[in-house]
């Protein structure tokens, strides 16, 4: 219809030079701005493109339980039809133009790669050749994530030729489609020699109207509208972030999986009977059944702490399992963004003892307290969470979960194994008949292999022998390109921060298509990666992290990961970092100092974060507050003082007061230590910050425990001091101290099996010491 649209333009614009005949649509359109302006024209397209009633079968196609929907036209024809369709009662859809940022939140994306006139604002539409040209050249982030989408998902072309698009072809010829499920073009006219050339790309080609299309898809699917409707009402398209688990669906095994090796677990593992059975799974279990055999099926949370290689994500996998036996249903949280929490209630209504698992889950506490909530108030939602988390941040989770439903804490996963899951595990194995090395071995011995060992580096060496280390070492040395270096690098520190990042965020990191490194997961790197899904896993998790920054030397390690948030810097940005997406989560994470200085020791990491600063200098506290704790350790008081304080004036919350505050009272400790008065000036600078953090959520275990840990150190570093004129300060300081110390304690519960409570606890002993 570009001509019916080039003669409207003259028509519109009488003064304007424009041939109906020959000129093509961007032609017209150029001059028709170059005659008004680009806001006129703007509100000349929206009388002409708003409001669109489309056909039927759009209906029914867009009806469809699409990730996301991308249209080159600027009209609202998507946006009408899902209004109409019974998923959007349960789904709500996000209309996106191609020059916003980038976020996900679960609803369904409507991304108008050309613009839109949806709304009364004039926006930026892409139909001249400058604006193609400009769009192309810059690097639009919606382009980076449909290149992606077209290397590594199945995707649907309806009326759009993808050989006739400037933009869209230049992805397409970049990106080939490597999904186990086919991509389609739909198209009734293609040339013998459009399909020849869309056949070589990987595309099939489905010669007929989208109408013919879609009436064949609905078929041969064996979809009606109760059945539409049906899907609209699932949790898995309301909520797709989460996931029921079901025993007959054990979902799709990656050829090349395999969980005995090492691999990460999944479903398909835990259904074929592959994960032992360790004590603490077990008594996980029975609290979950004994609460779903109870008369009362009240909201209640079970915390797990466990670190790395201990097994835990097995474990979940195989309590979900477990209690389904016991008529609960179980499902599992991706943590890709954030769930709507009154959709999952609603859900979850109805449908009898229902438990969530979440591996990972102090970056969604706020979420989990409110879904425990709103299931209290419900009455009809019976909820259980598991509620997994590395030990160290156990605060992070805690302080969040303040709801009145019950917690049921479990202190820890043991970090090594002990007699009984040793037992265990050998049993499982023998019963496989994969012992491995261990075969000639007696029992005796088969479990001494695995006690006080962690799960995995034990189950490593049985099946790739003593010398697998070094065997890795050298293939990791022979790999032929430094981006593939760069993705284990990547992989590692994602999973060492129990982080998650899809073929999008590895294929922006490395500035490598997504079909490309589907390809090197089948094949040079097929030892070393594995693609679960949509994510990206690292096959020996962290393992490997020494070798391959040793094979791309310090300094080239850093610079790697330098650039690799470099160039993910478009995936991350306000909204991203509420939504909590993987790319936000996974930079957020990979910019800590802790991390940084605990894999690069000898490295110029303030280097690195002087090379960050376009990217996240303008807006990221984050950043800043990292940088600060940075120079703290760096014993540079002046601008880790100037870098909190930064930290604070982009965003002013509690937990950048917390970074200020604590520096500003550690700087006074280290006065104290020079004899210096001026510690007490530094103290009470602090200590207006924790107040100011403290006042706006008195409930936060992170902010009261930094204060007291912060303050007690500096008070025992001055009493150390011996200066008699301290002695007033001192006593003042700690006077101070006991009440956010009391607070704090009427949050925590007396539950000495809590980290947090044995913490507080020693806290009180040292304070009492002082006080004699």
């Known amino acids: 219809m570009a001509k019916a649209l080039v003669k409207a333009l003259a028509e519109e614009y009488p003064d304007v030079p424009i041939n109906v005949a020959e000129d093509t649509l961007m032609r017209a359109y150029?001059?028709?701005?170059?005659?008004?302006?680009?806001?006129?024209?703007?509100?000349?397209?929206?009388?002409?493109?708003?409001?669109?009633?489309?056909?039927?079968?759009?209906?029914?196609?867009?009806?469809?339980?699409?990730?996301?929907?991308?249209?080159?036209?600027?009209?609202?024809?998507?946006?009408?039809?899902?209004?109409?369709?019974?998923?959007?009662?349960?789904?709500?859809?996000?209309?996106?133009?191609?020059?916003?940022?980038?976020?996900?939140t679960g609803d369904l994306e409507i991304i108008h790669l050309h613009g839109h006139i949806i709304g009364s604002k004039p926006r930026k539409l892409i139909f001249s050749l400058s604006e193609y040209q400009a769009a192309a050249q810059g690097h639009v982030v919606w382009d980076h994530v449909l290149a992606s989408t077209i290397g590594s998902h199945p995707l649907v072309v309806v009326g759009a030729r993808l050989l006739d698009d400037p933009d869209v072809e230049r992805l397409l010829t970049r990106n080939r489609p490597s999904a186990a499920a086919p991509s389609i073009v739909v198209d009734p006219r293609i040339s013998a020699e459009n399909e020849w050339e869309l056949n070589k790309y990987g595309f099939v080609v489905y010669k007929g109207t989208a109408e013919e299309f879609t009436k064949d898809w609905f078929t041969q699917v064996g979809l009606d509208s109760d059945s539409l409707l049906e899907l609209a009402q699932s949790e898995q398209l309301s909520v797709p972030q989460v996931q029921e688990l079901q025993t007959n669906h054990p979902g799709p095994r990656p050829k090349s999986h395999r969980y005995l090796d090492g691999d990460e677990p999944l479903w398909c593992d835990v259904i074929d009977d592959l994960v032992a059975p360790l004590s603490w799974m077990q008594e996980v279990s029975q609290g979950i059944r004994e609460w779903a055999a109870s008369e009362s099926h009240d909201p209640r949370i079970h915390l797990i702490y466990g670190s790395r290689l201990a097994?835990?994500?097995?474990?979940?996998?195989?309590?979900?399992?477990?209690?389904?036996?016991?008529?609960?249903?179980?499902?599992?949280?991706?943590?890709?963004?954030?769930?709507?929490?009154?959709?999952?209630?609603?859900?979850?209504?109805?449908?009898?003892?229902?438990?969530?698992?979440?591996?990972?889950?102090?970056?969604?506490?706020?979420?989990?307290?409110?879904?425990?909530?709103?299931?209290?108030?419900?009455?009809?939602?019976?909820?259980?969470?598991?509620?997994?988390?590395?030990?160290?941040?156990?605060?992070?989770?805690?302080?969040?979960?303040?709801?009145?439903?019950?917690n049921s804490v479990m202190a820890s996963v043991p970090a090594r194994l002990q007699r009984r899951d040793a037992e265990a595990l050998v049993a499982k194995r023998e019963k496989l008949g994969r012992l491995g090395m261990l075969e000639e071995l007696d029992r005796?011995?088969?479990?001494?292999?695995?006690?006080?060992?962690?799960?995995?580096?034990?189950?490593?060496?049985?099946?790739?022998?003593?010398?697998?280390?070094?065997?890795?070492?050298?293939?990791?040395?022979?790999?032929?390109?430094?981006?593939?270096?760069?993705?284990?690098?990547?992989?590692?520190?994602?999973?060492?921060?129990?982080?998650?990042?899809?073929?999008?965020?590895?294929?922006?990191?490395?500035?490598?298509?997504?079909?490309?490194?589907?390809?090197?997961?089948?094949?040079?790197?097929?030892?070393?990666?594995?693609?679960?899904?949509?994510?990206?896993?690292?096959?020996?998790?962290?393992?490997?992290?020494?070798?391959?920054?040793?094979?791309?030397?310090?300094?080239?390690?850093?610079?790697?990961?330098?650039?690799?948030?470099?160039?993910?810097?478009?995936?991350?940005?306000?909204?991203?970092?509420?939504?909590?997406?993987?790319?936000?989560?996974?930079?957020?994470?990979?910019?800590?100092?802790?991390?940084?200085?605990?894999?690069?020791?000898?490295?110029?990491?303030?280097?690195?974060?002087?090379?960050?600063?376009?990217?996240?200098?303008?807006?990221?506290?984050?950043?800043?507050?990292?940088?600060?704790?940075?120079?703290?350790?760096?014993?540079?008081?002046?601008?880790?003082?100037?870098?909190?304080?930064?930290?604070?004036?982009?965003?002013?919350?509690?937990?950048?007061?917390?970074?200020?505050?604590?520096?500003?009272?550690?700087?006074?400790?280290?006065?104290?230590?020079?004899?210096?008065?001026?510690?007490?000036?530094?103290?009470?600078?602090?200590?207006?910050?924790?107040?100011?953090?403290?006042?706006?959520?008195?409930?936060n275990r992170v902010t009261a425990f930094a204060y007291l840990e912060s303050a007690m150190s500096l008070a025992e570093g001055a009493t150390e001091c011996d200066v008699p004129e301290w002695s007033t300060p001192i006593a003042e300081l700690l006077h101070e101290w006991k009440p956010i110390y009391s607070g704090l304690r009427l949050v925590l519960r007396n539950d000495l099996a809590l980290d947090s409570v044995r913490r507080a606890e020693a806290l009180s002993r040292r304070w009492e010491n002082l006080s004699e």
């Open 30 to 104: 150029q001059r028709s701005v170059l005659g008004s302006s680009t806001e006129a024209v703007w509100r000349f397209l929206k009388k002409v493109f708003g409001d669109v009633e489309h056909a039927e079968w759009f209906t029914d196609l867009i009806s469809l339980p699409w990730k996301r929907v991308w249209t080159l036209n600027v009209d609202d024809a998507a946006e009408q039809a899902y209004r109409s369709s019974p998923l959007a009662r349960f789904r709500a859809a996000r209309t996106i133009s191609w020059d916003e940022e980038f976020s996900e």
């Open 311 to 406: 097994g835990v994500s097995s474990g979940l996998l195989w309590i979900a399992k477990d209690v389904r036996s016991a008529g609960v249903r179980s499902y599992v949280f991706d943590r890709s963004s954030r769930f709507d929490v009154q959709r999952l209630v609603d859900k979850f209504s109805g449908h009898g003892p229902s438990v969530l698992f979440i591996d990972g889950a102090a970056d969604f506490a706020d979420d989990i307290d409110q879904l425990l909530t709103e299931a209290g108030l419900e009455g009809t939602a019976e909820v259980y969470v598991v509620a997994a988390e590395l030990p160290g941040r156990n605060l992070q989770l805690e302080a969040r979960l303040e709801g009145a439903y019950e």
């Open 444 to 699: 005796k011995h088969r479990v001494g292999h695995f006690r006080n060992r962690d799960v995995f580096s034990a189950m490593m060496e049985l099946e790739h022998g003593i010398g697998f280390r070094k065997r890795m070492e050298l293939e990791i040395s022979s790999l032929d390109a430094d981006w593939k270096k760069s993705l284990i690098l990547l992989l590692s520190i994602a999973s060492r921060g129990r982080n998650s990042v899809s073929l999008l965020e590895c294929a922006k990191a490395l500035n490598v298509s997504s079909d490309t490194i589907v390809r090197a997961a089948q094949r040079s790197m097929e030892s070393f990666i594995e693609i679960q899904g949509d994510v990206l896993v690292a096959r020996q998790r962290d393992v490997l992290m020494d070798h391959i920054v040793k094979s791309l030397g310090d300094k080239g390690a850093l610079v790697s990961l330098r650039e690799c948030m470099q160039n993910l810097s478009p995936l991350v940005n306000q909204d991203s970092l509420r939504a909590r997406n993987r790319a936000a989560m996974f930079v957020r994470y990979a910019m800590t100092q802790k991390l940084l200085t605990s894999i690069f020791p000898n490295d110029d990491v303030e280097r690195f974060y002087d090379d960050l600063l376009p990217q996240f200098g303008s807006w990221n506290a984050r950043y800043w507050e990292q940088r600060a704790i940075h120079a703290k350790h760096q014993n540079d008081w002046s601008r880790a003082e100037s870098f909190a304080e930064r930290a604070v004036n982009l965003l002013d919350d509690a937990f950048t007061r917390t970074t200020c505050g604590t520096i500003l009272i550690n700087k006074a400790n280290f006065f104290a230590g020079q004899r210096d008065n001026r510690w007490q000036e530094f103290h009470q600078r602090g200590k207006k910050h924790f107040d100011v953090a403290l006042a706006s959520d008195r409930a």
